[in-house]
T-cell receptor
Framework: ELKVEQNPLFLSMQEGKNYTIYCNYSTTSDRLYWYRQDPGKSLESLFVLLSNGAVKQEGRLMASLDTKARLSTLHITAAVHDLSATYFCAVLLNSGYALNFGKGTSLLVTP | DSGVTQTPKHLITATGQRVTLRCSPRSGDLSVYWYQQSLDQGLQFLIQYYNGEERAKGNILERFSAQQFPDLHSELNLSSLELGDSALYFC????????????????FGSGTRLTVV
């Protein structure tokens, strides 16, 4: 059974600070996705990482994938309040069809 | 607007009842996925359909069923509802069977919030 673990699950950080969210998964996969969800809203696709060593950046967010370590990171640079949301990583088994989600990291950026 | 349409947005019903949730995928997408999101279980994959055929099953209860119609819209039927079925139900769509060959992830609808009282 594929397990996807995110940490931390809750993160309160000050504006302007940097931080990293970690996503570990238990089974071989080279496909990892990051989503953002605002309270009561749908999930918005942020990054799709499809190979070992993949790195993608959008604004203050940067995601990377290390398939050997079964680890993905989402790095936040100089956080701003608008980044407050819940961030999910999701993994697709190489032989599978459905995305398996982590429990999410609830991020609150405070002044 | 993501292009994935879910109706209704909110549903309140009593225990023991049956409800149907509807999803229209994004234009051109052949796969539809249903997810249940609750505070304690997180996002749980329920079932996937591809071009009218069931392709994968996740943690879907026997009281739940789904189908995908020729026009590619999908319905999730929940019966003998229990209080614990209260959750946000998401539909997502994608072009193909798997995501690995595509440059984007699933596109999610805005969800149906089901409250069982």
């Amino acid at each position: 059974e594929l397990k996807v673990e995110q940490n931390p699950l809750f993160l309160s950080m000050q504006e302007g600070k940097n931080y990293t969210i970690y996503c570990n998964y238990s089974t071989t996969s080279d496909r990892l996705y990051w989503y953002r969800q605002d309270p009561g809203k749908s999930l918005e696709s942020l990054f799709v990482l499809l190979s070992n060593g993949a790195v993608k950046q959008e604004g203050r967010l940067m995601a990377s994938l290390d398939t050997k370590a079964r680890l993905s990171t989402l790095h936040i640079t100089a956080a701003v309040h608008d980044l407050s949301a819940t961030y999910f990583c999701a993994v697709l088994l190489n032989s599978g069809y459905a995305l398996n989600f982590g429990k999410g990291t609830s991020l609150l950026v405070t002044p | 607007d993501s292009g994935v349409t879910q109706t209704p947005k909110h549903l309140i019903t009593a225990t023991g009842q049956r409800v149907t949730l509807r999803c229209s995928p994004r234009s051109g997408d052949l796969s539809v996925y249903w997810y249940q999101q609750s505070l304690d279980q997180g996002l749980q994959f329920l079932i996937q359909y591809y071009n009218g055929e069931e392709r994968a099953k996740g943690n879907i209860l026997e009281r739940f069923s789904a189908q995908q119609f020729p026009d590619l819209h999908s319905e999730l039927n929940l019966s003998s509802l229990e209080l614990g079925d209260s959750a946000l139900y998401f539909c997502a769509s994608s072009v193909g069977l798997t995501q690995g060959k595509e440059s984007y992830g699933y596109t999610f609808g805005s969800g149906t919030r089901l409250t069982v009282v």
